[in-house]
């Protein structure tokens, strides 16, 4: 079968085109990064199971109402996504306090916060995705006042759901990064949650013990981080309860 066209690859994912126009594949890596990709490693398993966890919070969001960019996964490793134009902006929520916060504003990590705090960093590797405010998003024109609204409410829509989802499994939502895209139907524009959203992406602590079952295993060397993740998914019931901790990946299809 002909290769299909590679049109970009990032740190833990390769976009190629889709079957049809307007789809595109996204084939989740097994290489880690952190500290803009200073400290790297391959992670035998985590892609699929980032395949996984990503299907089964879009789909949930899906359910509930909140747009996602995800059609289908279509194997261990791939899913079929409605190509959208990414607003360069990564959207950061928060719910308890942790790394770069509480770094920048000297609040210890794991305070609760008043309130979810929504944060934006600009989207470019070169400069360290900066966090940006309102003011550079309109002025610079990343996105518009409108497109500002719905951003702002599609990201605490989906921080209720995902914390709800995480509650139930005994795991604290610390925070999570989304990213969000435009998709265009006719003379029409809506947002959609794109991207993907794992334990890459999200800070998840385990709320009776407070082990951390995220990325923030890989950053600071605590261990497996294709444990973290297959505890996350075996607890989601997204892997069979049977399964053990995989090096090489036993996913159902
Ligand atoms: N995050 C991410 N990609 C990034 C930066 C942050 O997925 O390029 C996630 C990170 O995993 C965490 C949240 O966004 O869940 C907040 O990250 P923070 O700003 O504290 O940065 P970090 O401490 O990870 O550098």
Redo the contacts with the bound molecule.
Sequence with gaps: MARRTKIYEGKAKILYEGPEPGTIVQYFKDDATA?NAEKKDVIEGKGVLNNRLSEYFMLGLAQIGVPTHFIKRLNMREQLVRQCEIIPL?I?V?NYA????SKRLGIEEGTQLPRPIV?Y?YKDDSLG?PLVSDEHIAAFGWASQQDMEDILSLSLRVNDFLSGVMLAVGIKL????IEIGRVYEGDFQRLVIADEISP????LWDIETGQKL??DVF?RDLGSLTDAYTEVARRLGVMPKTSTPITKPTLIN
């Design positions: 500290f990564e950061i928060r942790a790394g770069s916060m944060e960093c995705d610390v925070d999570f990064k890459d992406s999200c800070r995220d990325k950053r």
